[in-house]
């Protein structure tokens, strides 16, 4: 080992460490404080809605992994495909959003949420009813720009330190 | 004192008791060991969640803070996990030598406060070579390590072991020599006369001493930057990967209990141990060793680790000779000018150790890492 | 290759497995070390474990489903795997992607740059044994970065954001005048950060002199990227074949003489300041504009084949699709990095000790998810 700078290169990282000390840690306090995430987040569950959705299944034909199944029966009542089933396996889902992307009705959303995890495999797979929107499964505004203006704005890191724990 | 003569030691003038000790010889002998243990453990348990803590906020983020109040228990929750894991001894492992190693690594490491200084004349036994004590005492720990990594039955272990016996010896050299010049200018082997004898705190008076001290004492105890044989283990195993359960909680307590030591040694030879104005004294002996203990984090948390080759080259080619000088110094200002005030050694010494430190660093050969075949 | 050396032992060299679960973070890679004491003579290397198959999963995905695919393959930097396959099926297509498309393409790929330095810097020094204090600071900046992604594209890692022709959403209105709030903060932080590492002696000793990769091997094994350039070659797809839009800004191409992992480190700091660079000319010159041409989601390009490449940040990155007029991909290769650059790791190490062979390792900065695909 060469002392080039004659040990003053230790010292000098030192001197940061220990500034660090005085900082603000750049962390929070999870689950009493909990971050806003992004208005376009791709949560952990799809969204259905099922007054739009017309049984097209385009969003099953752009889904890279094959997760939504759709059932459809011709009762042209409304001059609609009856849609019997709609079923997603969120277990094969990857969350890429290119569901959302495809539908020309507007009616899959992404989920807002990332605290989605559940027990069993077949827990994950969700169809007709489960998939609809409620306040516990709100909807966020990736590809719907609506949505997204009235989500509150995300937490960034750059804006600012996270508060204190109280 | 300046020192210029050195107490004859006979047996008369051995006073392990202060005479005026109520109660006698036993009372104090229990008093102290007692009071040893105790202070042992929790030390160890706010040295652990000291260097947590600090370690956390240095890295900008918190230490545990959820067990207890202000994470407070979280050794104590370590304690109980480490007590309830299941106590595996390898087939092929010496049982008698696996099963005494860690009580021979914990067992010095304990003796080393019996002459340790918390007050004037408040220690187990004032013996009157207590440095040279405490010298040969931290050296059997080694042994401890040694018989890890044998009765382990791994080949790993004993590698791991055999490094670390390797850096172990070759840095009790410039211990040892650094301890002898503060033994010179204070004049006494025993712990109590170093402290009473320092009217300038001997970090000042020794300060190349000091840091040779420091760099040698992180290197005996496993530290980082020197800490190969516990974070290496990536490749070779640490010695104590045999060990599960209360075994392997006696080396982790042995690690903790060793930096304690070590920081206590430092504060009675060059921080002036228990002096100082308006609190009792214990309590300034704690504080000043729970700084150097803060000290020792400090460079654990900034410095990556050295590879064992550049640490023999360290402990060879830059702290030896560099305690040989300042010993040499030491006895030369110590022997021509006894009278002379300390302060102005003070100043010689300080701007001496710039001046060795600044030259060695450009004469330091790199001990480039290649094998020369 | 087993060579004995003849000293008055007769010593014999030892195979020793370093398994697929790997101390360092990087992935799940074997090697097959064989040792001579602590010197490394050979190593022998076995990957594989993360394969997925993800060449022939895209013969299976329309093109535009084959974007989230991509994202997989090279985890810690996923722009550049986006940008790469899309540049190569819109050259397959005959398809123009818009201005505003293209600048901000260049925004997000430069800012990946700077998060991938964040991440091998990191590695690196972990790696190296400083217990995770660089890491933790630089993993703050990439923190930043994950912010600023996930307000674009609603993910943090795996972003899926470019899409053929464009990308898939516009800017929202906070990113901008985010971005011009992140840059000073990272040029304060890096300054801070050379101030911490670059002269820290212990790095030095490490790192300089070990590992070195001569530019004849470098140039043969064709290795491209941060490993290259700091063994000399000046070779950077962004001024020697630019695509996009790089020739409107202005940076450099920062290069080093030796090709030791000092110098590895030291070109990725330079490339993050020079990221940053070209992220601030973009971010003034930004048009309105469309962000996306009008592409169906299933498109069928006309068959033939293209390759496309660019310069990632671990090197350069290129895709061949060959497609025969349907909706999927007959064929897709992917030339991955870290694959060729992987390459020379046995080289490099020959005659090193097992510490330098992590460190030399982790200065390389490899993804095994792109090794294996």
């Excluded at chain 2, 007050?119 to 004032?126: C, F, H, K, V, Y």
């Excluded at chain 3, 094994?221 to 020697?240: C, E, F, H, T």
């Amino acid at each position: 080992m060469k002392f080039e700078n004659f040990g003053i290169g230790m010292l000098k990282g030192m001197a940061v460490t220990i500034l660090h000390l005085f900082r603000h840690a750049s962390v929070s306090q999870y689950p009493e404080q909990r971050l806003n995430i992004s208005r376009r987040s791709r949560g952990n569950e799809l969204v259905w809605s099922r007054e739009r959705c017309t049984g097209c299944a385009t969003c099953a034909k752009a889904c890279p992994q094959g997760a939504i199944e759709i059932v459809t029966a011709t009762d042209m009542a409304e001059n609609k495909y009856k849609v019997e089933t709609y079923r997603v396996d969120t277990g094969y889902c990857i969350q890429c959003g290119l569901c959302v992307e495809a539908c020309p009705y507007d009616a899959v959303f992404l989920g807002y949420s990332y605290e989605r995890a559940r027990y069993r495999r077949a827990e994950l797979v969700q169809s007709n009813d489960e998939l609809l929107e409620s306040p516990q499964r709100p909807v966020s505004g990736y590809f719907h720009p609506d949505i997204a203006e009235k989500l509150p704005k995300q937490t960034l890191l750059i804006e600012k330190v996270v508060e204190k724990r109280k | 004192m300046s020192g210029g003569e050195l107490i004859i030691n006979t047996p008369l003038a051995m006073q392990v008791t202060p005479a005026d000790w109520p109660g006698g010889y036993w009372w104090h002998w229990l008093f102290f060991t007692v009071a040893i243990i105790v202070f042992m453990l929790v030390m160890v348990i706010g040295a652990i969640y000291i260097e947590r803590r600090a370690m956390g906020k240095m890295q900008s983020r918190i230490g545990p803070n959820r067990t207890g109040p202000f994470g407070l228990l979280q050794p104590v929750a370590d304690a109980i996990k480490v007590l309830l894991k299941e106590n595996i001894v390898p087939g092929t492992a010496d049982k008698i030598v696996h099963f005494l190693a860690p009580i021979v690594a914990f067992t010095p490491v304990l003796m080393i406060f019996a002459v340790i200084p918390f007050q004037n004349g408040a220690l187990l036994a004032d013996l009157n070579i207590g440095i040279l004590y405490v010298v040969a005492v931290s050296s059997i720990a080694t042994v401890g390590v040694f018989m890890a990594g044998w009765g382990s039955g791994n080949k790993y272990s004993l590698l791991g072991a055999m490094r670390d016996i390797a850096a172990v010896v070759s840095y009790e050299i410039p211990l040892v020599l650094a301890i002898i010049g503060v033994v010179i200018v204070s004049g006494s082997l025993s712990m109590n006369e170093i402290v009473t004898s320092q009217d300038i705190p001997y970090i000042l008076v020794q300060p190349l001493g000091f840091l040779l001290f420091f760099i040698a004492a992180c290197a005996e105890i496993n530290r980082s930057p020197f800490d190969l044989t516990e974070a290496d283990s990536e490749l070779t195993a640490g010695f104590h990967t045999e060990y599960s359960g209360m075994k392997f909680a006696m080396f982790y307590l042995v690690e903790y209990a060793e930096a304690m030591a070590m920081s206590a040694v430092i504060t009675t030879l060059f921080l002036s141990g228990w002096r100082g104005p308006w609190l009792p004294p214990w309590l300034w002996f704690i504080i000043k060793t729970v700084i150097v203990f803060f000290v020792m984090v400090w460079t654990r948390t900034t410095l990556p680790r050295v590879r064992i080759d550049q640490l023999m080259g360290l402990a060879w080619k830059f702290v030896l000779p560099l305690a040989l000088i300042n010993l040499f110094i030491t006895a030369i200002e110590v022997i021509f000018w006894p009278d002379v005030s300390q302060w102005f050694f003070v100043i010689v010494n300080i701007a001496l150790a710039a001046i060795l430190v600044i030259l060695f660093s450009k004469l330091f050969k790199p001990g480039w890492g290649r094998v020369e075949v | 290759m087993t060579t004995t050396q003849e000293l008055t032992l007769k010593t014999e060299p030892f195979v020793l497995n370093m398994g697929p679960l790997h101390p360092s973070t990087h992935g799940v890679y074997r090697m097959r070390v064989t040792l001579d004491g602590e010197v490394v003579l050979d190593i022998e290397p076995i990957f594989g474990y993360l394969h997925r198959g993800i060449e022939k999963l895209m013969e299976e995905r329309t093109y535009t489903g084959c974007i989230p695919l991509t994202d997989r393959l090279d985890y810690a930097s996923a722009m550049s795997n986006n940008f790469s396959y899309c540049l190569a099926v819109e050259k397959l297509g005959g398809i123009k992607v818009p201005e505003r498309a293209e600048y901000i393409r260049v925004i997000t790929a430069e800012l990946q740059r700077i998060a991938n330095h964040c991440l091998a810097i990191g590695a690196m020094l972990n790696d190296a044994g400083a217990l995770g204090t660089p890491f933790f600071y630089l993993w703050r900046q990439r923190e930043k970065i994950y912010d600023l992604f996930e307000m674009l594209c609603g993910q943090r890692v795996l972003y899926n954001y470019m899409r053929i022709g464009g990308v898939s959403q516009d800017l929202p209105d906070e990113f901008l005048p985010a971005v011009k709030k992140f840059i000073p903060q990272l040029r304060h932080f890096i300054d801070e950060y050379e101030f911490f590492l670059k002269q820290n002696e212990i790095l030095i000793a490490r790192a300089k002199g070990v590992g070195i990769l001569s530019k004849e091997l470098a140039t043969n094994y064709g290795i491209s990227g941060p490993v290259a350039r700091a063994s000399g070659i000046r070779w950077d797809l962004r001024k020697n074949d630019p695509y996009s839009v790089y020739d409107r800004f202005e940076f450099d191409i920062p290069t080093r003489e030796n090709g030791d992992c000092y110098d590895r480190y030291r070109v990725r700091m330079e490339e993050m300041k020079q990221s940053l660079r070209i992220v601030e000319q973009s971010v003034k010159q930004v048009p309105g504009g469309p962000f996306r041409t009008e592409v169906n989601q299933v498109i069928r390009p006309p068959a033939g084949e293209a390759y496309a490449h660019i310069e990632g940040p671990k090197g350069e990155l290129g895709y061949y699709i060959v497609s025969d007029n349907s909706i999927a991909p007959y064929r897709s290769h992917i030339r991955s990095t870290s694959l060729i650059n992987l390459g020379a790791l046995r080289q490099m190490v020959k005659g090193w000790k097992v510490a330098d062979l992590i460190l030399i390792f982790g200065s390389i900065d490899i993804t095994m998810g792109e090794v294996d695909r």
